[in-house]
C-alpha cells in the first residue's frame, strides 16, 4: 500500500476553479494506476478520473468530461486534479487512491488498495 495525502479542497463560487494534489509518501508512483473518488452526502463513492502513471492515459467520468483534468507532475510526485467550471453538484468529499498495474476496471473503487484521507470541496450557487 501507499500513503496518500491530498490537499487543495475548499470553498468556491459555481463557475470557479479549484486545483487538487495527491502526494506519496515514500515512494514514485512508477507503474501505478491512480484515481480520484468522490463522495456526495447520503450517496456511494463515484468515479471522478483516473490515470496510469507510466504511460499516461487518463479517463474521466462523463460528469466532469471537458471540465475536469488529471495530470501527474514527475518531480513533486503528484498527481493533480484541476477542476474548472465547478458546479454546486461537484459538492463532495474528494478522495485519491492508487493501485499497482493497469486495469480496465479503472472507474470501480473496489480496484483501489490505497487511499488518501479525503479533502472537501464545497461549490456554492
Known amino acids: 500500500q501507499v500513503q496518500l495525502v491530498e490537499s487543495g479542497g475548499g470553498l468556491v463560487q459555481a463557475g470557479g476553479s479549484l486545483r487538487l494534489s495527491c502526494v506519496a509518501s515514500g515512494r514514485t508512483f512508477g507503474g501505478y494506476t491512480m484515481g480520484w473518488f468522490r463522495q456526495r452526502p447520503g450517496n456511494e463513492r463515484e468515479f471522478v478520473a483516473a490515470?496510469?502513471?507510466?504511460?499516461?492515459?487518463?479517463n474521466y467520468a462523463d460528469s466532469v468530461k471537458g471540465r475536469f483534468t488529471i495530470s501527474r507532475d514527475y518531480a513533486k510526485n503528484t498527481v493533480n486534479l484541476q477542476m474548472n467550471s465547478l458546479k454546486p453538484e461537484d459538492t463532495a468529499v474528494y478522495y485519491c487512491?492508487?493501485?499497482?498495474?493497469?486495469?480496465?476496471?479503472?472507474?470501480?473503487?473496489?480496484?483501489?488498495?490505497?487511499w488518501g484521507q479525503g479533502t472537501q470541496v464545497t461549490v456554492s450557487s
Open positions: 487512491a492508487a493501485t499497482f498495474g493497469l486495469s480496465a476496471r479503472y472507474a470501480s473503487s473496489h480496484l483501489y488498495d490505497s
Open positions: 490515470i496510469w502513471w507510466t504511460g499516461g492515459y487518463t
